[in-house]
């Protein structure tokens, strides 16, 4: 499995309040400046113990300006000796990488078999959802006998109420709307999609994984003929990097999405257009002009934010020299990034393996134990519209941009996320 | 892996703001009651659709009031033939759980093997840590490279200090204080750490990690002869669930501990003992009463809090209605257990693993990226002391037992963590 969230070797620093100074301090506590306590004096043996104790001697020996303060003090501070010590540690966890390296491909590739041995359920799942099969008597009694334990007794009063509705949808094939209402139950999911957007994924037929040759996964996203774009299906490739993180897990390298191709700038979700009527001054003649703007939109998810590469980052910075913004920038994007990857591990983790449950509902109940999904927010329209006086803001450089097709590919000013 | 911290099944319900009526909100945005909307009457194509939409269709035939509300009213509303068709989908992902849980055997058998590799490397690293064994110049010269990295350059400046220090240490054997100070840096752990107990974890000379037979894993702390306790070794195992969570993972079933046979009263660092003088009325003989008090320790670690067993609960319920205590007490024993949980997978997946680099304070470098570990506090001190003034408030029942030995087995009335 592979962390969530983390991006390269973005770490953050140790805050002077838990590191060293701190440790030392609880290191030593029973050793106050400068002489030893009356409490340790009376038992001798414990004495000697703390007397062998390399950074309790070199307090006493009123070394503690030296160690408070810097960084890694206590062990700066160390005799020749124990640092050597230290350092052969060092080198031996070292070793210890490449067992975790290979431990990490023998997951993956358990990953992908298991991945394999789901593949018949998954496809069933379609066939199913599609109405090209129909579930069998045992089944349905099965499926039933698992949701009735979810639901509660009151059923039997909307018996009547629907079978109005049953003779309307007799010829009705499949479950319709199926991957949209899983989606729109899953928070982060959620938040990214407009109005707009659920028009067109409901004509999402499948959503599923796909491993292949490199290290990292794709999501698949299977369409049926629709008024939006021509494309059968859409594809978010994730790719990790080579060398595992600290924490032993897969860290993503970047994420490649696919050209959405829109049917006109019209149905075009990612890009809002605003016709306006143009006189040319020496002709007289009448011309309409499109103004396009990039929106927020759920297939903005294809075109994800690029990492900066560290060579680009260097040379940016021996050019110019308003660094605030820039890590402001680097800040935003590096937001953007996390929430792709998350968006990602989403639907590969909860939402695929687990989309009937999703669709009812029901998955909803195992969400709130984690902590981590607290984001979960339902007030859609309020963000939007927060959003786009953002976009107003900041960011509309891009958006007087006449008749440029480029538009839909500019990420918008912020994420609804934030 | 295992789950961090869910345990059992205890789920919470979904809330009105996530679930169906806020879903069948969302997913039907486009469909303003009672008509059919003119922007959707456009397109034909579209329109068919959303009419074959069993949702939509039965909003217009002002269903609405069925569906808000219910818990999962979008879902019950629909035709039996639909609904068949979820039962199916609901049956079909039941037979993914066998595949599931045949990975994740596979995956625990693959960390078991795993395990066996990282052996050597462990069993070199606590040779070099009491002593027995020095790194090579090759040892030395690579860590010293890699953890020149990490360091700043002022180190030379601190030489001429520390050959003083050197003289005196020459005798020093191994890394002393290497696995105290390695916890002391580790937050959630350095928290349960007391000064008294800092004491005996000095004594401290190896922890690794066991696999057995059964679903779990077992935390060994070694120990050289101390005044504290007579024992070579505190065990303290961790049981998974045979059912996996829904989230695919193994669940916490429950931990066990082990007797510490501690010296005596004075030398036991779970109770703090007070003396009185006790004259008989009669007699006029003065005899010394030890009061025992539990206290908060990290050895407290190997008596970890026990989950009610479902059937004590049902009974339990029967027999007295104050619920509301009874909730609050089972929500203070659920953080018990999942801070005992936490604690374990932070000595199996954090500490034991990179030992070197919580001693030095490096590992705390990648801690701050994940959001969990939020909590990190330092002012242990503190916490303490409002400790113990929660004890002396709500819990004090048990703290007046005189000479009970028992004592030191209650858990003190709540966690530092809390």
């Given at each position: 499995?592979?962390?969530?969230?983390k991006k390269g070797n973005i770490a953050q620093a140790p805050t002077p309040q838990n590191t060293p100074a701190s440790v030392s301090g609880s290191y030593l506590k029973n050793a106050p400046l400068p002489t030893i306590p009356s409490t340790?004096?009376?038992?001798?043996?414990?004495?000697?113990?703390?007397?062998?104790?390399?950074?309790?001697?070199?307090?006493?020996?009123?070394?503690?300006?030296?160690?408070?303060?810097?960084?890694?003090?206590?062990?700066?501070?160390?005799?020749?000796?124990?640092?050597?010590?230290?350092?052969?540690?060092?080198?031996?966890?070292?070793?210890?990488?490449?067992?975790?390296?290979?431990?990490?491909?023998?997951?993956?590739?358990?990953?992908?078999?298991?991945?394999?041995?789901?593949?018949?359920?998954?496809?069933?799942?379609?066939?199913?959802?599609?109405?090209?099969?129909?579930?069998?008597?045992?089944?349905?009694?099965?499926?039933?006998?698992?949701?009735?334990?979810?639901?509660?007794?009151?059923?039997?009063?909307?018996?009547?109420?629907?079978?109005?509705?049953?003779?309307?949808?007799?010829?009705?094939?499949?479950?319709?709307?199926?991957?949209?209402?899983?989606?729109?139950?899953?928070?982060?999911?959620?938040?990214?999609?407009?109005?707009?957007?659920?028009?067109?994924?409901?004509?999402?037929?499948?959503?599923?994984?796909?491993?292949?040759?490199?290290?990292?996964?794709?999501?698949?996203?299977?369409?049926?003929?629709?008024?939006?774009?021509?494309?059968?299906?859409?594809?978010?490739?994730?790719?990790?990097?080579?060398?595992?993180?600290?924490?032993?897990?897969?860290?993503?390298?970047?994420?490649?999405?696919?050209?959405?191709?829109?049917?006109?700038?019209?149905?075009n979700l990612t890009i809002s257009v605003e016709k306006r009527k143009q006189r040319n001054k020496h002709t007289k003649q009448v011309r309409t002009i499109e103004k396009l703007t990039a929106v927020d939109s759920f297939f903005n998810f294809?075109?994800?934010?690029?990492?900066?590469?560290?060579?680009?980052?260097?040379?940016?910075?021996?050019?110019?020299?308003?660094?605030?913004?820039?890590?402001?920038?680097?800040?935003?994007?590096?937001?953007?990034?996390?929430?792709?990857?998350?968006?990602?591990?989403?639907?590969?983790?909860?939402?695929?393996?687990?989309?009937?449950?999703?669709?009812?509902?029901?998955?909803?109940?195992?969400?709130?134990?984690?902590?981590?999904?607290?984001?979960?927010?339902?007030?859609?329209?309020?963000?939007?519209?927060?959003?786009?006086?953002?976009?107003?803001?900041?960011?509309?450089?891009?958006?007087?941009?006449?008749?440029?097709?480029?538009?839909?590919?500019?990420?918008?000013?912020?994420?609804?996320?934030?």
């Open positions: 499995m592979s962390e969530p969230i340790i004096k009376e038992d001798d043996e414990l004495h000697k113990k703390l007397l062998a104790n390399p950074a309790i001697l070199s307090m006493i020996e009123g070394k503690l300006n030296t160690l408070v303060g810097t960084d890694s003090g206590y062990v700066k501070a160390l005799p020749p000796k124990i640092k050597n010590r230290l350092y052969g540690l060092k080198a031996l966890q070292q070793t210890q990488f490449k067992l975790e390296a290979e431990f990490q491909m023998e997951l993956l590739n358990l990953e992908k078999k298991y991945h394999e041995k789901h593949l018949p359920i998954f496809q069933k799942r379609k066939r199913i959802v599609l109405g090209s099969l129909e579930p069998t008597t045992e089944e349905i009694e099965e499926g039933q006998a698992l949701m009735g334990e979810e639901e509660d007794e009151e059923e039997e009063e909307q018996d009547e109420a629907k079978s109005e509705i049953d003779e309307t949808l007799k010829d009705v094939k499949g479950i319709p709307s199926f991957w949209l209402t899983a989606m729109e139950n899953l928070g982060p999911i959620a938040e990214l999609i407009t109005d707009r957007d659920s028009e067109a994924l409901n004509h999402l037929i499948d959503i599923r994984l796909e491993y292949f040759d490199a290290l990292g996964f794709r999501l698949v996203f299977e369409f049926e003929e629709n008024e939006y774009f021509t494309n059968k299906q859409l594809v978010k490739t994730y790719y990790y990097q080579k060398e595992l993180g600290y924490s032993r897990d897969f860290v993503y390298d970047h994420a490649e999405g696919c050209d959405i191709k829109w049917k006109d700038n019209d149905h294809f075109t994800p934010p690029q990492p900066t590469k560290p060579e680009e980052e260097e040379e940016e910075k021996d050019e110019e020299e308003d660094s605030e913004e820039e890590e402001e920038e680097e800040g935003a994007l590096e937001e953007k990034l996390q929430l792709d990857y998350e968006i990602g591990e989403l639907f590969k983790d909860k939402l695929i393996p687990r989309a009937i449950d999703w669709f009812t509902g029901y998955a909803l109940e195992y969400e709130y134990d984690e902590g981590e999904e607290e984001e979960f927010d339902d007030d859609e329209e309020d963000s939007e519209e927060e959003e786009s006086d953002d976009a107003d803001g900041s960011d509309s450089d891009d958006s007087d941009a006449d008749e440029d097709a480029g538009a839909a590919k500019a990420q918008p000013a912020e994420c609804k996320q934030q």
